[in-house]
């Protein structure tokens, strides 16, 4: 069992900045993938960005040059530059690991026009 704790999020104007982290505990060892997933209203929940164990960065292409994501397979940020009111969404921390899907409670990400 992995357990997963966020923090960050909150509201900002448009060209502003956030940064979210996610920090997991129990079987981290046993963690593949690490990163971030985002739904806004009647969306569909979309990958954002990750991490792999190896190192691996991957990038949705929305987000490609404004985001980052940082740290360690068991703890990591999203560094979030330049929003658009697109970006608005609940993000959701998320990690793969033995061959299971674990979620964060999702933290709201609001970015105003």
């Known amino acids: 069992q992995v357990q997963l704790v966020e923090s960050g999020g909150g509201l900002v104007q448009a060209g502003g900045s956030l940064r979210l982290s996610c920090e997991a505990s129990?079987?981290?060892?046993?963690?593949?993938?690490m990163g971030w997933y985002r739904q806004a209203p009647g969306k569909q929940r979309e990958l954002v960005a990750r991490?792999?164990?190896?190192?691996r960065l991957d990038y949705a292409d929305s987000v490609e040059g404004r985001f980052t994501v940082s740290g360690k397979i068991d703890h990591i940020y999203l560094q979030m530059n330049s929003l658009k009111p697109e970006d608005t969404a609940v993000y959701y921390c998320?990690?793969?690991?033995?061959?299971?899907?674990?979620w964060g409670q999702g933290t709201q990400v609001t970015v105003s026009s």
């Open positions: 998320h990690v793969f690991a033995t061959a299971q899907d674990y």
């Open positions: 129990g079987r981290t060892f046993t963690i593949y993938t």
């Open positions: 991490m792999t164990r190896d190192g």
